[in-house]
């Protein structure tokens, strides 16, 4: 009886006790290691099947790999939400912080244009500062935080560090009422710094215009031309910035020119102002002991 191999008859081998079988496949187990140990045959075939397994592996690990995805997404979703709130927290106190500073960096620099004032003045001078505005839009009206106590008298100037602000009109003895140069019942003698021409500058109720009404018509004023304190009437001393003068027109049949000036102080933004006392001029207590004092023969 001729021998049966096992391709030729696969079902000897299946129908062989389980010992065999374990034999068998212990036998080929160990040759293929020997064979792929030593010359590698059956790298090729790793990778095959590596290929074909792959989906499966993918398919197996999916649940925990999209669960763990979720689970990062989700912390780093609330990590970023948190931080970005924090990011504009701290972004919102900075901002309040550089607002302060930019404010005290412009407090400080209207500080130092004061000081710089009052050294080009010869005059005895007192910073004091804005408190209030009168809300009347016909009058243009100041409270200043000083008063009587400080020296403050009524008729003293009034400037910044750009030019003349207006005249201390009221004691309050802790604060003082100043009437800005700007309002319709205050005037200022002036005179053009390039022609040393004198005249008039009267309030107009505007904070940004000054009117000069007399001035006849053929006289040498241009626009840009500086209008400084003139000196006259004892109020202001001499030489300070009052406007400029931004237009010059003739009207028919009169006998005047229409001429605007732009105030040098700025009235509308200051919050600091100078007030000055005059070499010559002298306070209500000094004014006082002169009129109580005896003449000289």
Known sequence: ?????????P???????????????GVIAIVLMVLDHRNEYLTGVRKGLSVLLYPVEVLVSAPFDLSKTLSESITTRDELQAENRRLREEAL???????????????????RALLDSTAKVGEDMLIAEIVSVDMNPFRNMVVVNRG?????YVGQPVIDADGVVGQITRDRHYT??????????????????????????????????????????????????????????????????????QQVSSVTGQPFLDIDATPAAALNRMREVLLIKPDDQVGPDQTSAADA?????
């Open 93 to 111: 106190i900075r901002s309040a912080s550089l607002q302060r500073m930019a404010a005290l960096e412009a407090e400080n620099a209207r500080l």
């Open 176 to 245: 003082a009422e100043a009437m800005l140069l700007t309002d319709i019942d205050h005037a200022i003698p002036v005179e053009i710094a390039r022609n040393r021409l004198r005249s008039i500058a009267v309030g107009t109720g505007e904070l940004d215009r000054l009117s000069l009404p007399f001035l006849p018509g053929n006289a040498d004023v241009r626009e840009g031309d500086l209008l400084v304190t003139s000196g006259l009437g004892g109020k202001f001393p001499p030489g300070y910035p009052v406007a400029t003068v």
């Open 11 to 25: 079902g000897q081998f299946r129908n062989a006790s389980p010992g065999l079988q374990l034999i068998i496949l």
């Open 148 to 152: 009587g106590q400080d020296g403050v």
């Open 293 to 297: 004092a005896p003449e000289q023969p």
């Open 1 to 9: 009886m001729a021998l049966t191999t096992v391709d030729r008859e």
